[in-house]
């Protein structure tokens, strides 16, 4: 789908974002959620997922905290 998105990155720089796609089934141990997916050039990472897909999804994530001092 062609639309603009802007992306901030860490280092305070902003990039036009002109392609996503919509619903994309991403699969994470087995299970497949759609997710909505904006592309753009990384050389460190091949996808990042924010939180969006949780509330979309409805899902809650409980997690352990174990502290070994």
Same mark, same amino acid.
């Given at each position: 789908? *062609?639309?603009? =998105?802007?992306? %901030?990155?860490?280092?305070?720089?902003?990039? *036009?974002?002109?392609?996503?796609? %919509?619903?994309?089934?991403?699969?994470?141990?087995?299970?497949?959620?759609?997710?909505?997916?904006?592309?753009? =050039?990384?050389?460190?990472?091949?996808?990042?997922?924010?939180?969006?897909?949780? =509330?979309?999804? *409805?899902?809650?994530?409980?997690? %352990?905290?174990?502290?070994?001092?």
């Amino acid at each position: 789908m *062609e639309t603009n =998105h802007g992306i %901030k990155l860490p280092n305070d720089s902003m990039i *036009e974002c002109p392609i996503s796609y %919509k619903l994309a089934p991403i699969t994470i141990g087995g299970a497949t959620f759609p997710m909505d997916l904006i592309q753009f =050039h990384l050389s460190d990472f091949d996808i990042i997922l924010g939180m969006n897909w949780l =509330h979309v999804m *409805e899902l809650r994530l409980t997690v %352990k905290i174990l502290r070994l001092f």
